[in-house]
């Protein structure tokens, strides 16, 4: 089905088939929820480099369009594996994808929207999680805690506050905290026009899989707007199949009043 705007607000936007070759499975489910249009987006890819046990996974939330989020789910897992640092720092070839893929869009014509990324790079039982912006990603161990591997970029975070006012660019309240007075994200791929007080560089975090680990959970801020970290835990343990855990997880943000697209990926980490 092709992605359309005009949904009535429960009604779900059918995904892209899932991907059964990725090195972890998983199950992603996603609504345009409240908004008039559906600008979230997502995508996963198996068999990388020819090595089965490496997959690429990302979820991309557009604002002001969705051109740029499109563009991610075309572009942005080959300029990652394009790098010739890929298999040996990966981390490195993550953030240069991230970057060239920025470049990319701000090149194209008429490429004034953008998106926030958050994506899992896997090698074997080591996994690298790259973000830029508010979409999140956290880690669900069997016990039931959990770990947040991603810090929002919002413009009133301290650190992104300062580097933006650094560059002589304001942070202004508005509803809530936005770049310039406009976008409430202080790192995104695209957004032209506020370059370069928002930049694409991602942050990125190492970590190697346990038999403690059970979920990772990447979703747009649709989800988190209104669901916390740890009831995110709580919901996705209650079921075996991760695309079952994706579904209720996006039906509970939407139920809790969620106003936005609505993105969820629960990647199953058993194996």
């Given amino acids: 089905m092709a992605w359309r705007a005009g949904l009535e607000p429960y009604e779900v936007e059918t995904c892209p088939p899932i991907n059964p070759h990725v090195h972890y499975r998983y199950g992603v489910s996603q609504m345009q929820g409240r908004r008039p249009y559906m600008e979230d987006r997502h995508t996963a890819v198996a068999d990388?480099?020819?090595?089965?046990?490496?997959?690429?996974?990302?979820?991309?939330?557009?604002?002001?369009?969705?051109?740029?989020?499109?563009?991610?789910?075309?572009?942005m897992c080959q300029n990652v594996i394009r790098e010739p640092s890929i298999t040996k720092e990966p981390a490195e070839a993550l953030k240069s994808g991230f970057l060239r893929t920025d470049q990319e869009i701000a090149n194209s014509k008429n490429?004034?929207?953008?998106?926030?990324?958050?994506?899992?790079?896997?090698?074997?039982?080591?996994?690298?999680?790259?973000?830029?912006?508010?979409?999140?990603?956290?880690?669900?161990?069997?016990s039931g805690d959990v770990s947040v591997l991603t810090s929002d970029h919002k413009p009133n975070r301290p650190d992104e506050r300062r580097r933006i006012q650094e560059l002589g660019g304001s942070v202004v309240f508005w509803g809530v905290w936005r770049v310039?007075?406009?976008l409430a994200v202080s790192r995104a791929i695209g957004d032209r026009m506020l370059k370069p007080l928002v930049v694409a560089e991602p942050e990125v975090k190492e970590l190697t899989r346990t038999e403690e680990d059970q979920y990772l959970v990447l979703a747009s801020d649709g989800v988190w707007d209104t669901v916390s970290n740890d009831e995110v835990a709580?919901?996705?343990?209650?079921?075996?199949?991760p695309q079952t855990?994706?579904?209720?997880?996006?039906?509970?943000?939407?139920?809790?009043?969620?106003?936005?697209?609505?993105?969820?990926?629960?990647?199953?980490?058993?194996?």
Wanted: charged share 20%.
């Fill in 111 to 142: 490429s004034e929207d953008g998106t926030t990324a958050v994506v899992v790079f896997t090698q074997g039982n080591e996994m690298f999680v790259a973000h830029a912006g508010d979409s999140r990603a956290v880690l669900v161990h069997r």
């Fill in 245 to 271: 855990a994706a579904q209720h997880l996006m039906e509970e943000a939407y139920a809790r009043g969620s106003m936005d697209n609505i993105c969820v990926m629960v990647i199953d980490l058993r194996v």
């Fill in 48 to 75: 990388l480099n020819g090595d089965p046990t490496q997959s690429f996974y990302g979820i991309f939330d557009g604002h002001g369009g969705d051109g740029a989020a499109n563009y991610c789910v075309q572009a």
């Fill in 234 to 241: 709580q919901l996705v343990l209650k079921y075996e199949d």
């Fill in 180 to 182: 310039e007075g406009i």
